[in-house]
T-cell receptor, first 114, second 113 residues
């Protein structure tokens, strides 16, 4: 158990809809990262937050947004969903001051868009 | 820009034989290098990392990796493969000047009994 919790584990929705994925980082970790893993593809970096502030941005679509709250949990909002958004979405966290540290991953949220 | 390449989609090895999973990287600053393993329907688990120091890094489950600066490589190795090592392996790099961790496309390791 990595200590990173993601909900929901599975989500099925229709095109055009909006969903919110939630992540609770390990206790004490200030950094949260979001990644997308599509079928037969590697992990695409979406966005990183550190202590509530956006720190780094990757290939995140404009239809997607994220935020980190004062209690350090994070939410990834996906709107106007398309079939191609079906993927496994991972959240990861890293420790305070661990600028060279490894990431700890949650079990992921599997999104299916029909 | 930083990037990671895992040139093999799949590696097959017989149980008991040594295994190597290849990774090359490109960064502008000093590289921080990582290996992760992913079992079906699970999140990624950290195996080992290279930040600085000894080029041979030892990690979990008997895995090790060798950092080669001149070849910009960080290959994952294990002296004797187990069937239970069969999984998807990801190499990742972080440039010391950024906060982004970039992952390779993954290599599926299949250990045959």
């Amino acid at each position: 158990d990595s200590g990173v919790t993601q909900t929901p584990k599975h989500l099925i929705t229709a095109t055009g809809q909006r969903v919110t994925l939630r992540c609770s980082p390990r206790s004490g970790d200030l950094s949260v990262y979001w990644y997308q893993q599509s079928l037969d593809q590697g992990l695409q970096f979406l966005i990183q937050y550190y202590n509530g502030e956006e720190r780094a941005k990757g290939n995140i679509l404009e239809r997607f947004s994220a935020q980190q709250f004062p209690d350090l949990h994070s939410e990834l909002n996906l709107s106007s969903l398309e079939l191609g958004d079906s993927a496994l979405y991972f959240c990861a966290s890293s420790g305070v001051g661990a600028t060279t540290g490894e990431l700890f991953f949650g079990e992921g949220s599997r999104l299916t868009v029909l | 820009a930083q990037s990671v390449a895992q040139p093999e989609d799949q590696v097959n090895v017989a149980e008991g034989n040594p295994l190597t999973v290849k990774c090359t990287y490109s960064v502008s600053g000093n590289p921080y290098l990582f290996w992760y393993v992913q079992y079906p329907n699970r999140g990624l688990q950290f195996l080992l990392k290279y930040i600085t120091g000894d080029n041979l890094v030892k990690g979990s489950y008997g895995f090790e990796a060798e950092f080669n600066k001149s070849q910009t490589s960080f290959h994952l190795k294990k002296p004797s493969a187990l069937v239970s090592d069969s999984a998807l392996y990801f190499c990742a790099v972080r440039d010391s000047g950024t906060y982004k961790y970039i992952f390779g496309t993954g290599t599926r390791l299949k250990v045959l009994a």
